[in-house]
Structures are given as C-alpha cells and as structure tokens.
C-alpha cells in the first residue's frame, strides 16, 4: 500500500513558539491532504483539507491564523502550529488521498503521527 | 449528519477469548464507505477493511471478522481467539461515497491479557 511520511515522529518545544509538521506522501501523489488531531485518550478530530495549490478548508473551532496549512505540492503538506501553548499539545496525524481510480474509489492513508508537547 | 458510536469504551480479555467491538453509525448518506482502524501504543493508525453501503456481505480475515447490518446501522467487529498482540484502540469509522467526511468513533481499547 502506499506509504504518508510524518516529520518530525515528536517533538517538544517551549510556549510561544512555533512548530512545523511535515507530511509527504511517499509513492504516491495526493491533490488532498487531511490533518486531524488527537488528544490523549480520545478520537480523531478532522482539523483541515488541504488542496494543492489552494488555501486550506477548517472544520468549525479551528483557528485558522494558529494552525497554518501549506500544501504546496502534490507530495507535501505541512502544518505549522504558530505561538505554541501547552493545550496545543497533541497528537497530530496526517491522512493523503491517492486519487487514481476516481473519486469515488479513492483510498486514504495515514501518516504515523507527531507528537507535540508544549512546555 | 454523521455520527460514528463506539459504546464500548474500554473492554478487557484474557488470551483466547472472543470479543466483539461494536460500531453503530448515522447518515443521511445512500452510498458510504465503513472503516475499522487499529491504533496500537505506537499510535500510527493501521488499516483493517473498509466496506461500502451496498456490500452487506460479511467477512472474515483470519481472526478477524466483521458482520455489516444495514438495517440496524451496524458495522461490529470481531475477533477470535484474543492474543496480547491485538491490545489496541480500535476505531471504526464512516465516510461518504464522494467527499472526504471521514469521521471517527470515540474507539474502544481492548486488552487482551495473558
């Protein structure tokens, strides 16, 4: 099956800063990118849609001046979480949509995550 | 609207036993896709079956098993013979035919005791 990379698997970084999450899909091309988030004992909660070459969609709650998306390529999406706080912290998970075949037998693979601590 | 309801928060087996996950869904939707998803310690999700809204067939992979009910909305995962290795968080999950509205369950962890 075809392989999301995450970069970086964790990180943790002091308040006020900002972090940078990578996700590439590595054999595949992916025009859509999605980034959920998963706090700790709970489910995965759809953030944004990423299109290449287009602004990010943000489901409802999600501010979107705080969690910048750039999906610059068809292989690349980052997520970049500006002025970090400690309720920031989180797990976050990628998912790309390999398009061949059509929309409607797309298939979505995740990436293997990045955790983030905010101190 | 959708809705994924994975009732069973936490279940707890000793090896070899049989347990059931269940996983009852809402949707407006005619055509949908049903996913179930593992997501051991490591955290990386990993992909157990996917099945659209118009194959009510069962199926069965190795110990795995899962029946699909549309006329109840339920899409129960089963799996024979519990080892310590299927300790997880289990999420089943709904997406519509066409659009990417990939919503999750709450997930039910399982342990599996030796």
């Known amino acids: 099956g075809a392989v999301v990379s995450q970069h970086p698997s964790r990180v943790i970084c002091k308040s006020g800063t900002s972090v940078k999450i990578e996700c590439r899909s590595l054999?595949?091309?992916?025009?859509?990118m999605f980034w959920y988030r998963q706090f700790p004992k709970q489910s995965l909660m759809l953030m944004a849609t990423?299109?290449?070459?287009?602004?990010?969609?943000?489901e409802q709650g999600v501010e979107k001046d705080k969690f910048l998306i750039n999906h610059a390529s068809l292989t690349l999406s980052t997520l970049t979480v500006t002025s970090a706080h400690p309720e920031d912290s989180s797990f976050y998970i990628c998912?790309?949509?390999?398009?061949?075949?059509?929309?409607?037998?797309?298939?979505?693979?995740f990436g293997p995550g990045t955790r983030l601590t905010v101190t | 609207a959708q809705k994924v309801t994975q009732a069973q928060t936490e279940i707890s087996v000793v090896e070899k036993e049989d347990v059931t996950l269940d996983c009852v869904y809402e949707t407006r939707d005619t055509t949908y896709y049903l996913f179930w998803y593992k997501q051991p310690p490591s955290g990386e999700l990993v992909f157990l079956i996917r099945r659209n809204s118009f194959d009510e067939q069962n199926e069965i992979s190795g110990r795995y098993s899962w029946n699909f009910q549309k006329s109840t909305s339920s899409f129960n995962f089963t799996i024979t013979a519990s080892q310590v290795v299927d300790s997880a968080v289990y999420f089943c999950a709904l997406r519509p035919y066409n659009n990417n509205d990939m919503r999750f369950g709450a997930g039910t962890r399982l342990t599996v005791k030796p």
């Open positions: 054999d595949f091309q992916a025009t859509t």
């Open positions: 998912s790309a949509r390999d398009l061949i075949g059509g929309p409607t037998t797309y298939e979505q693979y």
């Open positions: 990423s299109n290449e070459g287009s602004k990010a969609t943000y």
